[in-house]
């Protein structure tokens, strides 16, 4: 699906469906051009060549996933690769790509994904919000804006997650505390891998010199990067948690281990005398001692209980029970 925004001062705000007469990119009859490709078609899909006459290598990029983020200068316009997050149906977190190029009088988007960031700046540009009237570049600023908005709640319920998972490994560490830490893990470690690469980028944007962004809107794109490098910096400092988490984990459940087999080794260790006893006077000998004596029955057990009671009270005064 194709939607297509324009603006001109003197026509103000158009929509157009992707049945209508696209406009070109570089008419001069609008001030500012947005399309955006939704989970376009193979033959909109081709509309990046034929129609906007982009860069092979970065229509490439496009229609193939591409992992990490990149930005490219093409001298009149910039190809932009970033990746925004959500969460599946099964509360795993993932990442969803979004293709950008910006030019002096347009921008367009690419994403084989609906996304939440670049459907509401649309809703306020169709509500004749001056997002579009700005120029491309402070276009790009509110999608992006809202990407990194996004990041919060994630990383906010991630902090909660920890958190819990803490106080679960010191009150009642069970099997499935192990497997809660580690999938928060895996979801700790995607993070970084969309947060760090896009720390980058957002830090060109917002100090290299790119003739399609104003000095006007860099200001506004380094206040992007300083929010962006406070999620990623959280999440470093989750990750790190984490580790301690699972540290803590394993330490407890170790101890508990320990404590198991002392207390197994005292029993064992306060048997193996009356073992000894019971052995040997369980052996058929005619000539074994005190065989007929009326109290060596009793004589034996009180032995052994007297060898019992002591041990215990050896164990106890060291501090081992």
């Known amino acids: ?10 026509s103000g705000y ?24 939704e989970a376009p078609t193979s033959d909109e899909a081709r509309l990046l060549a034929s129609y906007c006459n982009f860069h092979p290598l970065a229509i490439e990029d496009c229609v193939t996933e591409t992992l990490l983020p990149k930005v490219d200068d093409f001298g009149d316009y910039i190809f932009l690769v970033l990746h925004g997050i959500h969460k599946e149906q099964d509360g795993r977190l993932a990442t969803t790509e979004i293709n950008f190029f910006l030019g002096s009088t347009y921008l367009v988007t690419y994403h084989d994904m609906p996304s939440h960031s ?18 491309g570049d402070f276009l790009l600023h509110d999608i992006l804006d809202r990407m990194v908005d996004y990041y919060f709640p994630v990383i906010e319920q991630v902090e909660k997650t920890t958190e819990e998972l803490e106080l679960e490994v010191f009150d009642n560490p069970r099997r499935e505390t192990l497997n809660k830490i580690v999938v928060l893990k895996k979801e700790v470690m995607r993070l970084r891998r969309a ?4 720390r980058d980028i957002l830090n060109r944007l917002s100090r290299d010199n790119f003739a399609v962004i104003s000095a006007k809107s860099v200001a506004y794109y380094r206040d992007i990067y300083d929010h962006l490098a406070r999620v990623s910096d959280m999440a470093d ?5 984490l580790n301690g988490t699972l540290e803590a984990y394993l330490s407890v459940v170790s101890n508990r281990l320990n404590e198991i087999m002392k207390l197994l080794t005292v029993f064992t260790a306060t048997l193996m005398p009356l073992t ?17 004596s009326p ?18 009270s050896y164990f106890l005064k060291k501090k081992w029970l």
């Open 1 to 10: 699906m194709i939607t297509v925004i324009t603006y001109s001062e003197k």
């Open 14 to 37: 158009g929509r157009l469906n992707s049945s209508d007469l696209l406009p070109r990119i570089s008419d001069e009859k609008h001030d500012m051009v947005w399309l955006d490709f």
């Open 118 to 135: 670049i459907n509401e700046v649309r809703e306020r540009c169709l509500k004749n919000v001056p997002a579009v009237a700005r120029g």
């Open 195 to 198: 947060l760090l690469p896009q």
């Open 237 to 241: 400092s989750y990750r790190d948690q």
């Open 276 to 292: 000894l006893i019971t052995g040997i006077y369980g052996m058929n000998f005619d000539n074994m001692p005190e065989l007929r």
């Open 295 to 312: 109290f060596g029955y009793f004589g034996v057990l009180g032995v052994m209980a007297l060898i019992a009671v002591g041990m215990v």
